[in-house]
Every structure is written in C-alpha cells, then in structure tokens.
C-alpha cells in the first residue's frame, strides 16, 4: 500500500470516530447544562473547550461551544470540519476504499450543508451518529482484511481511546458537577451492556471499571488501546525493521496496563492526570505511526550521476 | 410533429442551420433516433426534467465532478442519449484507427531516422520549431514500440454531416471516465431503450487498457507493476485518474510517491519501496521529470525519463508526443497518412491555413471576420477566436499576434458543428456537439472504443464544446452491438485480460490442433461408454 494512500486511510478513521464522539459528548454537555440547576455555564463550557484541546479566551457561550466543536467547517475539532476532512481524505484514497464508502462520506459531506446553526442540535448530533455508523458499517462489509483495513481500524480505535478519555474528563468540569455515570454509561452507548455484565445499579467505581478496562466492551478504553496494538503488529507482519512501530506499541501497552493493574481508586482519585496520560499515549504512538509508515524512510539526496 | 394536441418534450424542436443528427430540415426523425424521439415523445415534461434531476444527483454522490477555477463541479450530463448509426460507426472507427496507425508511424519516424524529412513531406523547420519536440528523447525506444498506447482523435460533423477530424490528442487525452459513468448512470435512466436498441458496451475499455500497459512493459518482466501517475487532487481529471485506476485495479500515485535510484523506479509503500514497471502518466511532459524539463515542477519524479530510457520503466503515453497533435502537423496529417500507410485518409480533416505561408496569411489576415482563429499549441479551448462573433478590438488584437508569430496559429472557416436535441430551460433546443472516440493501441492492434466523448455547448449558438467552457457531455450510443448469449463462447474482451504476458501458444503445430480433437472425441466417447456401463450396472442390480 502506498505511504500516502495509508495515511488518507488511517485518518479517515480517525476524523469519522472523531465526529462521532464529539457528537456524543456535545450531546451529554448540553444536557448537563439543561438538568444541573447550580451550574456556572460560561466556565463549564470554557472547561469542555479545554478538554476538547481548543481553549477559548473570555467568557464563552453555549453558541460559541457549538461553532468550535459542531458546525465550524475549518477546524479540526469540530464535528463538520472532521466529516469534510474524512471526504477529502477519501477522495485522496478514492481508488482504494469501495464506491459504497465513498458515496456515504460524499453524502455526509453534502448534506452537512442543511444543518444549520439554528436547528436543534439533538437531532445533527444523531444524525452524525447514524452517518458514522453507516460508514462504518459499509466499510466492514465492503473492505478487504488487508493493509486499507488495518490502518483505518487503526485510526479509528486510536481515536477512539483518545476521545473516550476526553469525554471520561467532562466528569470533573469547572463550574458544574457533569454528567453522573449513568449519563457517561448511555453516551458511550454502555449503559445496557453495563447492566448486563455487572447485575448492578450503577457505582461509581464499577462504571469507571467497565469503560477503562473491560477487555470485551469495544468502547472502553483498554479495549481499543489492546486493538490498535494487535493491528500494529499485523501491519508489521514479518518485517525486520520494527524499532519504530514497536515503539508505538510501547507506547499504548504501557498506557493499557497502567489501567489495568492500577487500583481503580487511585485513577479515580486522579483522573484528569490519567486521562491526560492516555490521550499523550495515543498523540505518541500517531507520530510513531506517521514516523515509520507516512514519511519517506529518509529525504532523498540525489545527483545527476546516481539517477 | 406531435401526432395528437397533447403537448410532448418535442413539441416545438426545431432544427437550426447546422445539420441535425435526430431530425432532418423536413422535421422527420432520422433512423437511428427513432427509438429515443419514441420514447421521450410518450414521457410528459416533467417526467423528463425529474429524470434529469434525478441523474445530476446521482452524479453529486458519485462525486462525478471536474475542477474548475478551483471548485469541485459536478460534471452536466445532458439526459438525451446521442446515437451513432452502425454504418456511420463504420466509418469512424477505420477512419480513426488509421489516423493512430498515422500519427505512431510518424512519431517514430521523428524520433528516429526523420525519413519523413528527407522525403519532403513535412519540413524540418516545423519539427524544429514544435514546442513539443523534445530532443532529449530522441532514440528512447519504447518497449513494444508503442508511444500513442491512448489517444482521443476530435471529430465534428459539418453542414453536410460528414465528418471530419478537428484536431488529435495523443499526449494526455482525457474525457474517458465521463463515458463510463455516463453509461453506467443513463443505463439506469432508460433501462427499457437498452434492452431494445442493441448500444455497444464500453466498458471494456479498462481491461483494454490495462491489458495494452501490460504488453508494453521492459523487456522480460512477466508481471508488471502498472501505476497511474496523477498531478494530484486538485487536477481537473482527478476524478478520471483514480476512475481508472480503481478500474484497473492499479495504484494511483502522485509524483511524491515515487523514487528513482540508479535508473529504476520505485513507490513508496508502507512495506519499503516496490519497483514500478509501466507508468500511465496523466501529468504533462513538462512537469513530468524535472531533470529534463521544468526544474520547478513537484508534479513528477527526478529521473524518470533517464529510467526510461535506460530501458527500465516505461511511460505511456511517450514523453514528445506534442510534436504530433501540434494544430500545424494537423494539416499534414493527410498527406502523411497517404505516406506511412499508402492509403487515402478515410476521414477528412477540416480546410486549414497555414499561416505561415505568405499567400495563405494575407487571405486570412483580409477575411479574419469570418475565419476561426486557434492557436497550435492550446487545448480546452483556450485563445480561439470565432471571426464572425468577435469585437473589431478582438480581430485588431488577433491580427497583430499572427503578423508576429505566424508559426503560432492556424485558421479555419467557421464550421457549424451538428446540432443534437439538448434538454434546456425553454424544452428541448438543438446545441451543438462533438465527437472524441478514443483509441487504444496495443501494438498489434488499434481498438476505438465505441462512442466515446460527446461534449454539447449547453449555451445556444455556442460553438464551444470544452467544459472549461461551460459545456456538457452526452452518452454517446453507438448501435448495432450484437447481445452475447450465455451459451455462445466467451467474447474476446475475457481473454485480453492477460495479453501482456504474452502466451506461449499450446499449438505449435497445425497436426497438434486435429490430434487434439480427437483426444477430446476420445475422451468424449470414453465417458459415454463410462455412463452406459454404470446406466447398464445400475439396471442390472
């Protein structure tokens, strides 16, 4: 597979899932707003923009939170700059990924236009749920387990952990109590499987549990660090060179198990560091990624005679 | 025209000066049309506007679009097919095919001995002074001694609706993709005409294609690696490029993808580099290797035209073919058809001045009012001056460019190109269209791809056709395709799928292929024996 190609796959996969956790998470938000009756808005929503690695100076409007993060199609961060990022990138890879995932992301990408500002932002938020989940859907049912497969899945459980860990931050916002973990539970769609598995009312420290480290959930964070690792390691096959990629897995591993056999009361007790500390192992291992897989192994020195 | 009071798409088509090809001047639908004028006269207009519609939104979600001036534009597909008449089709494609056989003969002739020079049939000056002449690949021997592998022959039809060839494109022709899309989205417009009309498929052209980059591959490499070379999204084709490398199931790479080292080259993958064998470039020979040509250009790779000419890779089209579809060489392409091939030209160019020549300027430079003014070297439409529709400043201006370098233009009587009914906001109007059918060499054999390009100015009495210029495409149908049933053998199209490994034949001998009928009659007759003994078993138990 070409670097270039690879690199227009593993960000789709990560500009979709990123969509579709900020719509998740700007969903949770605005309900805190609506149901905390004490909450100091101006700081919560300056707190989420901060969270969302997008700080904004001066007090800082519900509006505002939904131009930077939902409708503002030049920035990276927000859901309609994500989804024609994710176009732009299929259209760079357009050969390789099936016409049906195309078509779905050019749709996406064209019907972004009838969301306005104006509108209610529940329903953009579903829709963009439901836009993700079909492209998802297609490309596993279109795509081939090869290398196109691999670097998009990639991308998209990087992205995944990293953004599971953001929305796990809204827990501790300035100026509002956020979302209870029943709320956290349905916004990451875990609320059902949670009952399921644990035959519990919901406790603090056994939701924290199921979206950090269940091995079997696919959105809990330790699920998605442990499959980026096994991709990595598919994609490296049997190859000699392995200092970089296996750097990356380094990289999420250590993250992983540092969830996994720390006492979940200590991350608790400190979970803004944690969760910063997952985020930086999923920032690592992208550069490692880009590092070993993107970039021309070395700048090409040439003269006339060597052509 | 309408046969009851009821108001059809048709009522009140009527024909302009230029010849029509669904009507002629008495207002009766010419053969080939009679289905399509049927079917349309039996919807109401708005049944033809949605389906309209319906075909311009499926082209947004395809993302069927071209570049222009930097935004993405879905690419206007007008909803009435333009058919071709078998017979018409007879002419065209021999016509076309020995236009290629022409123009290859030519190139190498140029780039090799220069016969044609010596003989007195062409000027040496006019190669010397081509813009696309390159000298520096001079004596690059393609692999299979093919350097026209793509070409796209421009055709019009004229008053008398006779066809005639407007200019040849044999560097980067493209246009090609919008066939196959247009195919493939009116076919689900009008299924019911495409089971009855017999319209020849096009979408062989891939396998075509990638069957004839395969045949031309270096010497000795069985299974090439064919890549498309691309300038990259922001090109007008783009979506053309990777069309047809998706199609042909090859990659598609931009020139930063690809490296040269010690005359071979190679494509960065994420397993380490991998040899690149056969490039079906789509970036213009001036950016395409910036050793050799423009050293700005980021479009192509160092090193490449050293690597073919070494031998290692090839480039398809050839690096010089400019010097060939220059508008001048044009005017020569008769008399070098009847040179190289020792036949008369099947299609006739249109009348051309040289302008170089001092009689022919002053004619021109005098009736500049009614000519049509282009220069040699420009494509998409781009410095033509139509005479009768341009200002006094406009003709001044024009006068003033060709006293300065007459070797940069050429002149040609306004033709009204043929007109084919065109769905517009007033109904269905007459626009004027063209023809560019493409062609496939593949060293034994010249393949024109039936139909081809058919681009219709989607303004009235505009006689412009390029979509920079606002023009739009139609389905080109070409008739008298025979249906393959499934029982019959296979079309040829399923065994070129491998013509570029060139294969051994399994009959040497002409005795080889009667002795094995007869072990096949043999075996035959064993089985038959086999069965009637276990039929007879089977009854004896």
New interface residues.
């Given amino acids: 597979m070409l670097s270039r190609i690879a690199e227009s796959l593993f960000w789709i996969g990560r500009y979709v899932e990123r969509a579709d956790n900020t719509a998740r998470l700007l969903d949770v938000h605005l309900n805190v707003l609506l149901e905390d009756p004490w909450v100091d808005e101006p700081s919560a929503n300056a707190s989420l923009l901060s969270v969302m690695s997008c700080p904004l100076d001066g007090p800082v409007s519900r509006g505002d939170v939904l131009r930077q993060l939902a409708f503002e199609e030049d920035s990276a961060t927000s859901i309609a700059g994500t989804l024609a990022a994710a176009r732009e990138n299929a259209r760079r890879a357009r050969e390789v990924i099936s016409t049906e995932v195309w078509e779905s992301l050019n749709t996406t990408r064209m019907d972004l236009r009838r969301w306005s500002r104006a509108s209610r932002p529940h329903e953009y938020f579903v829709w963009v749920r439901e836009r993700a989940a079909v492209v998802w859907g297609l490309s596993s049912a279109t795509t081939s387990r090869d290398d196109a497969w691999h670097f998009m899945e990639l991308g998209r459980s990087l992205e995944r952990a990293d953004m599971i860990a953001r929305l796990l931050m809204t827990r501790s916002l300035e100026g509002t109590t956020g979302p209870n973990w029943t709320t956290l539970l349905r916004t990451c769609s875990a609320h059902e499987a949670y009952l399921r598995t644990v035959r519990a009312l919901v406790t603090e420290e056994r939701a924290a549990e199921f979206l950090l480290i269940d091995r079997l959930f696919p959105r809990s964070i330790a699920y998605n660090l442990d499959r980026a690792e096994s991709i990595l390691s598919q994609i490296e096959g049997s190859e000699s060179n392995r200092a970089l990629a296996g750097r990356a897995r380094l990289a999420l591993g250590r993250a992983r198990t540092n969830l996994e056999y720390s006492p979940v009361r200590d991350i608790l007790d400190d979970l803004v560091t944690q969760m910063h500390e997952v985020q930086r192992a999923c920032a690592t291992a992208s550069d490692m990624i880009r590092d070993r897989y993107f970039l021309p192994s070395a700048t090409i020195t040439w003269n006339q005679e060597a052509l | 025209m309408a046969s009851t009071d009821d108001p059809t798409p048709w009522t009140g088509y009527t024909p302009v000066a230029a010849w029509d090809e669904a009507m002629d001047v008495e207002g009766s639908v010419r053969d080939p049309y009679a289905r399509v004028y049927a079917e349309i006269d039996r919807m109401s207009g708005d049944d033809l506007y949605s389906r309209a519609e319906a075909l311009a939104n499926t082209y947004?979600?395809?993302?069927v679009t071209f570049d222009h001036a930097g935004e993405e534009r879905p690419f206007p597909l007008d909803i009435v097919p333009r058919v071709i008449g078998s017979d018409e089709w007879d002419i065209i494609s021999p016509g076309v095919s020995q236009r290629v056989q022409a123009l290859e003969a030519f190139l190498a002739d140029v780039y090799g001995s220069q016969h044609c020079v010596q003989d007195g049939v062409v000027p040496r000056r006019l190669i010397a002074t081509s813009q696309y002449f390159y000298r520096s690949v001079a004596g690059v021997e393609p692999a299979n001694g093919v350097r026209v592998h793509v070409s796209g022959i421009d055709l019009v039809r004229d008053q008398h609706g006779i066809w005639r060839v407007l200019e040849d494109n044999v560097r980067v022709p493209s246009g090609v993709s919008y066939v196959l899309s247009n195919r493939r989205a009116m076919s689900q417009m009008f299924p019911e005409m495409f089971g009855a009309m017999g319209i020849r498929p096009v979408l062989e052209y891939s396998r075509r294609l990638r069957a004839s980059l395969a045949r031309c591959a270096p010497e000795g490499v069985d299974d090439p690696t064919i890549v498309v070379l691309t300038p990259g999204?922001y090109n007008s084709a783009?979506y053309e490029h990777?069309?047809l490398?998706?199609t042909m199931g090859v990659?598609?790479?931009?020139g930063?993808?690809l490296?040269?080292?010690?005359?071979r080259v190679y494509?960065?993958?994420?397993?380490?580099r991998r040899r690149v064998d056969v490039i079906y470039r789509r970036v213009d020979d001036d950016y395409l290797d910036p050793?050799v040509f423009r050293p700005d250009s980021s479009l192509g790779a160092?090193?490449l035209i050293?690597?073919a000419r070494l031998g290692n890779v090839t480039i398809a089209n050839a690096v010089g073919n400019g010097v060939a579809d220059d508008k001048l060489m044009y005017t020569y392409m008769p008399d070098l058809i009847r040179y190289y091939l020792n036949e008369e030209p099947i299609l006739p160019n249109v009348d051309t001045w040289r302008l170089e020549e001092a009689d022919a300027r002053e004619e021109v430079l005098d009736r500049l009012d009614e000519l049509v003014v282009k220069p040699v070297d420009g494509a998409g439409g781009k410095g033509v001056t139509i005479g009768p529709k341009a200002s006094r400043e406009e003709l001044d201006q024009v006068k003033a460019q060709i006293t300065s370098d007459p070797r940069g233009w050429i002149a040609q009587p306004v033709i009204q190109l043929s007109t084919v009914p065109t769905l517009t906001d007033e109904g269905l109007e007459p626009r004027h269209v063209d023809l560019r059918p493409f062609a496939i060499n593949d060293g034994d054999d010249v393949w024109v791809l039936p139909g081809g390009l058919t681009r219709v100015a989607l303004q009235r009495g505009q006689l412009i056709v390029n979509s920079s210029q606002g023009g739009g495409s139609k389905d080109t149908w070409v008739l008298g395709g025979v249906r393959h049933r499934a029982s019959s053998q296979p079309p040829p199209e399923a065994r070129v799928e491998f013509g570029g490994l060139a294969s051994v034949p399994q009959t040497a001998h002409p005795e080889d292929y009667v002795a094995g009928q007869q072990q096949q009659q043999q075996q035959q007759q064993q089985q038959q024996q086999q069965q009637q003994d276990l039929a007879g078993e089977e009854a004896s138990c």
């Fill in positions: 947004l979600a395809q993302g999204v783009y990777s069309l490398a998706r990659e598609l790479v931009e930063r993808d490296e040269t080292v010690n005359g494509m960065r993958t994420t397993a380490g050793v160092p090193g050293n690597a």
